[in-house]
């Protein structure tokens, strides 16, 4: 799946287990790592460095483990967006809403009512 940019074309990648990447390529995503732990951290840094993923798709639990150094690069980057999503275990922790996330991203809150 991809996002248009202007006439840039920007890939929907999802790294996790093989629940996760079933699911999204159910929804129609082409491209997908099925790794886990440290395996997953490094695809995830591989794919910032890149700057081919418009949107990363990862679990909860990898974001948790994550060295907070790529955390830090994360939290600060505008693109691409990194989004936690919970895992087979469910929610971890209070995570960000998706909202909160592209509000950081983009600077403004898309929902917000005039």
Request: charged letters at 35%; glycine letters at 10%.
């Amino acid at each position: 799946m991809e996002l248009e940019e202007g006439k840039k074309k920007e890939n929907i990648v999802v790294v996790g287990d093989s629940t996760l990447v079933m699911g999204f390529r159910l929804a129609g995503v082409t491209e997908y790592y099925i790794t886990e732990g440290k395996e997953a951290e490094a695809k995830i840094a591989e794919l910032m460095d890149s700057g081919k993923a418009g949107v990363i798709v990862v679990t909860e639990d990898v974001m948790m483990d994550m060295d907070w150094r790529l955390k830090k690069k994360i939290e600060f980057a505008a693109k691409p967006v990194v989004v936690p999503v919970p895992g087979r275990k469910g929610p971890v922790g209070e995570a960000e809403s998706l909202r909160e996330m592209v509000k950081r991203a983009l600077g403004f809150d898309l929902m917000q009512k005039k």
